[in-house]
Nanobody
Framework: QVHLVESGGGSVQTGGSLRLSCAVS?????????MSWFRQAPGKEREGIAA??????????YYVDSVKGRFFISRDNFNGTIYLQMNSLKIEDTAMYYC????????????????????WGQGTQVTVSS
């Protein structure tokens, strides 16, 4: 059974930083999977913001333009955890953040798409205020 657990959310002022973590267990393909971060603000659709794959097929990283240069995705294959370092946070970054996992193919389409991911965490709230 695949299990994803996010942590690290919280409240921060504009310009601040947070680091989100997503612990992954039970994935049947070990390190050969695509990991992604999504977020969903109140009243808006869930959007993919970053993705990472690092395995036998090489390395892939993707960032949506709105977070490029401020957010950084990384993974620790040894302990099965991915991270999202979020810097220079803005009020518009306020959302519930989710990590998701699936096969390599989910990382090969550019911006992560909700329908391409079968495994999701429960989410962690990030609130940015002035």
């Amino acid at each position: 059974q695949v299990h994803l657990v996010e942590s690290g959310g919280g409240s921060v002022q504009t310009g601040g930083s947070l680091r989100l973590s997503c612990a992954v267990s039970g994935y049947p393909y070990a390190n050969q999977y695509c990991m992604s971060w999504f977020r969903q603000a109140p009243g808006k659709e869930r959007e993919g913001i970053a993705a990472i794959y690092s395995g036998a097929a090489g390395g892939i990283k993707y960032y949506v333009d709105s977070v490029k240069g401020r957010f950084f995705i990384s993974r620790d294959n040894f302990n099965g955890t991915i991270y999202l370092q979020m810097n220079s946070l803005k009020i518009e970054d306020t959302a519930m953040y989710y990590c998701a996992a699936d096969r390599l193919s989910a990382c090969m389409v550019g911006r992560p798409v909700v329908g391409n991911f079968d495994y999701w965490g429960q989410g962690t709230q990030v609130t940015v205020s002035s």
